[in-house]
């Protein structure tokens, strides 16, 4: 079975500040799917990033990127400029291809300080 | 266009008690799946419909039921609700063939007393 570990309860960080947060996860799979989620306060779950594993380029959005490690299982999120709008739980999910369910990691809380 | 949306967004049930959850999918999408969130952890997945079927089930028991509808809206029904039921329970949809990317609504807050 695969699982998602994210090892970094909480990370906090100044406004305009650049950070990173670390997923790795495990599978015998060789083409997947992973994301990155955000769940602010209101509890809606938003879809950051997306990368697809037989993709060797790294995924952006904005000031939003991954740094995807196929061999290190490892599939980082860089925010660049934080805004205090970052503020919120991150999520590292993992889906195999054909399969039906996102695999969650258990989440890293995110502050932005001003 | 029209996001995934959920009802209630509370709800306050007692041991024992059954209560249903509904959710309606983005618009083109046919596909939902259910997630279940207990405060502190990440989302485990409960169940997903694919035009009325269900096709995939996680580590839930059969008291957690669900059904699709013609217009790809879901509901999640859940028999004698035990205290360990209280969480958030979320609803995904997601288009067949998008690279299994899912949409989700903004849960379902449930408590059982």
């Known amino acids: 079975a695969q699982t998602v570990t994210q090892s970094q309860p909480e990370m906090s960080v100044q406004e305009a500040e650049t950070v990173t947060l670390s997923c790795t996860y495990d599978?015998?799979?060789?083409?997947?799917?992973l994301f990155w989620y955000k769940q602010p306060p209101s509890r809606q779950m938003i879809l950051v990033i997306r990368q697809e594993a037989y993709k060797q380029q790294n995924a952006t959005e904005n000031r939003f990127s991954v740094n995807f490690q196929k061999a290190a299982k490892s599939f980082s999120l860089k925010i660049s400029d934080s805004q205090l709008g970052d503020t919120a739980m991150y999520f590292c999910?993992?889906?195999?291809?054909?399969?039906?369910?996102?695999?969650f990691g258990q989440g890293t809380r995110l502050t932005i300080n001003p | 266009e029209t996001g995934v949306t959920q009802s209630p967004t509370h709800l306050i049930k007692t041991r024992g008690q059954q209560v249903t959850l509904r959710c309606s999918s983005q618009s083109g999408h046919n596909t939902v799946s259910w997630y279940q969130q207990a405060l502190g952890q990440g989302p485990q997945f409960i169940f997903q419909?694919?035009?009325?079927?269900?096709?995939g089930r996680g580590n839930f028991p059969p008291r957690f039921s669900g059904l699709q509808f013609p217009n790809y809206s879901s509901e999640l029904n859940v028999n004698a609700l035990e205290l360990d039921d209280s969480a958030l329970y979320l609803c995904a949809s997601s288009p067949r063939g998008d690279g299994e990317t899912q949409y989700f609504g903004p849960g379902t807050r449930l408590l059982v007393l």
């Open positions: 999910a993992f889906h195999g291809e054909g399969a039906q369910k996102l695999v």
């Open positions: 419909y694919y035009r009325e079927e269900e096709n």
């Open positions: 599978t015998s799979e060789n083409n997947y799917y």
